[in-house]
């Protein structure tokens, strides 16, 4: 099993809708650590489980310095973010979405 790991940082706004009072119903901003994990039993015909800069490419074009609620068809969640950036990719088993010092989602694939 052939196993890659993508780090890279994005800047994005975004508020949240909650079932509660919260400061982060308002609009703020994060500087995102996203890490993905991609693994593949065999490398495709060019050496690779996924080209690196393929899934920085469709991270950051979609992500980076973007209001997240603008863009994103849900609640802007760290949690819910980690889960549709796995889905962007079908070797992707893993996501962790840091939002800030101390603040990481984790998705994984069952």
């Not at 490419?57 to 209001?67: I, P, S, W």
Request: net charge neutral; charged share 25%.
């Amino acid at each position: 099993m052939y196993t890659v790991i993508k780090r890279m940082e994005i800047s994005a706004s975004h508020s949240l809708n909650l079932s509660y009072s919260s400061k982060c119903e308002n609009l703020h901003g994060h500087n995102w650590i996203i890490t993905i994990y991609c693994r593949s039993k065999e490398l495709n015909t060019d050496g690779m489980v996924i080209d690196f800069s393929h899934i920085k490419k469709v991270v950051k074009t979609k992500l980076d310095h973007q209001n997240l609620n603008d863009i994103l068809p849900f609640n802007p969640t760290a949690e819910n973010i980690a889960k549709w950036i796995c889905d962007q990719f079908p070797s992707c088993f893993k996501v962790e979405v840091q939002e800030s010092t101390g603040n990481i989602a984790i998705y994984e694939k069952d």
